[in-house]
């Protein structure tokens, strides 16, 4: 399979991710008033960011979750050729992060998060040690999503990046405190949060000041926007549950082992199929950890790096929700395992060519079957399951574990 990617061959992700990025900055310019050349809003997801923090803006923050409120900010912007509501969902302070961009016209202001998102991107490249991996980066198709829909998964990458590089510098507490801030999409704290119980007689210092800064953060939230915390609270109850079942949610997005079993089984069946999935994930990963080669007190320095990949690794595994970008996150174990050990590297050479075609094309072929078929096959939970499987039977043979 590494023959597929030699010396020569170097260039075809450069080709085929710059023919991406061509075709959809194409799109953008030939379009016109704040939606592409098919009609569709600049952006996509950012617009419900930006009105977001237009509404806190504003100082109507009872408005936050009013679907109808947001609905026609949104119009107001976008005009009739708005067909779709994108509806922030994120816990409200989250939201205050897009007020300094709502100052500005909304084209400005997407193009603004955009150039955010790739300095984002290259520090934490940088910060795990690969800054030079910043071009080929942007030809993941993850990566691109992420720009192309204004989402904010460099934000999370950002956040778990920042975390590694404390906990590994034995900053406990305020790796704790940085993780907290990652509330905003609860799912991504799993893996670390695992890790760190597994590693509690180090890591307890960590796992405190999580817990002390949700508590702020929520206590915060509460006295200065009581009412977006009560309607989102709501929200969870009434309709983040039926979420994926609603007409316009984009299921073919659903890149994740859940979405894998909803998409084939009424949800009662494929929840149980994904919560019996993530019990073995957890499983092996205990398995994993009772045959590492710790110090008496816990994890040693030079073995971080392994297992704060394979935090991410579960956490991308047993997370109920993950959409096409959120699958940036893989940046961070594949740069960690490829830094960390020479030997991880032919397989990750490996899971990256065939992981680079399979998040092209898994979507749009999902989206083929849901159009003629009421079930679907979601090719990319396959593949990482089985990239899962192939790294943990490689780190079995590392010299970390015996």
Known sequence: MEQLYSHQRRFYPYLFGGALWFAWLLSLFLGGNN???????????????????????????????????????????????????????????LAWLYVPFSAVPYVWSFVLWSLLGLLILWLCLKGLGKGDAWPLALTFVPVFSTISFGQNAFLSLGLLTAVYLLWRKDQKVAAGLVLALLVYKPQLVLGVGFLWLLNWRQDWKALVAFWAGEVGLIALTATVMPEALAAYAVLTQETLPVLASLEQFPVWHMHHIRGFWQLLFPSLVADGLWLFGNLMALWLFWRLWRGGNHDVEGVRLEARPFWF???????LWTTPHAMVYDWSLLLIPAVLLWEWDGGFRPLLRRLMIVGWLVYLISGPLTAGQLAILPVAVQISPLFFAWALWSLWQQSQSCSLVR
């Not at 990949?309 to 956490?315: C, P, Y």
């Open 35 to 93: 939606v592409d050349m098919a009609g569709q809003v600049v952006g996509t997801d950012y617009l419900m960011f930006y009105t977001a923090g237009q509404t806190l803006a504003d100082g109507a923050t009872e408005d936050l979750y009013d679907f109808v409120a947001q609905s026609e900010r949104q119009q107001a912007i976008i005009g009739p050729a708005l067909e779709d509501f994108f509806a922030y969902i994120n816990l409200p302070f």
């Open 309 to 315: 990949a394979w935090a991410i690794l579960i956490t």
